[in-house]
């Protein structure tokens, strides 16, 4: 990983959201367990590995084919891929990043609690 090396911290709070589905799946109604970290503001600054969404390789940086798209048009990558995704295409599909992480917030903690996210928040 290109960037500054995570904190203990960070790194524990790394493997929290390691964890979890993608996020932008898991709004639309879907359970997508295999993906990768999406670092919202960079890799550098402090605290930056607290700033991350777990994210499906076709939420993250890869298009999905023209008929996954037109069946689930909220598939679109945060990083544009050609010239389908970006960060105002993905955010109008699938929420703000902000609003995203502060669902995983509330998603570890009832992991933390022992709950499945299958409970309500």
């Known amino acids: ?18 964890k979890l589905p993608c996020i932008a799946c898991l709004l639309n109604g ?7 970290l999406h670092h919202i503001d960079g890799r550098t600054k402090p605290g930056a590995h607290f700033k991350i969404l777990p994210l499906c ?17 909220w598939l679109v ?8 995704g970006g960060r105002a295409v993905f955010e109008q599909h699938n929420n703000t990043q902000s609003f ?19 409970e309500n928040v």
């Open 57 to 73: 390789v076709y939420h993250h940086q890869h298009s999905a084919p023209h008929e996954i798209r037109l069946r689930y048009p």
């Open 30 to 36: 879907q359970h997508t367990t295999e993906i990768s």
């Open 100 to 118: 995203l992480l502060e669902l995983c917030h509330a998603l570890i903690e009832k992991m933390d609690a022992g709950m499945t996210l299958t």
């Open 77 to 84: 990558p945060v990083h544009a891929c050609g010239k389908v």
């Open 1 to 18: 990983m290109n960037g500054r090396t995570p904190t203990a911290d960070e790194r524990r709070f790394m493997d929290k959201m390691g």
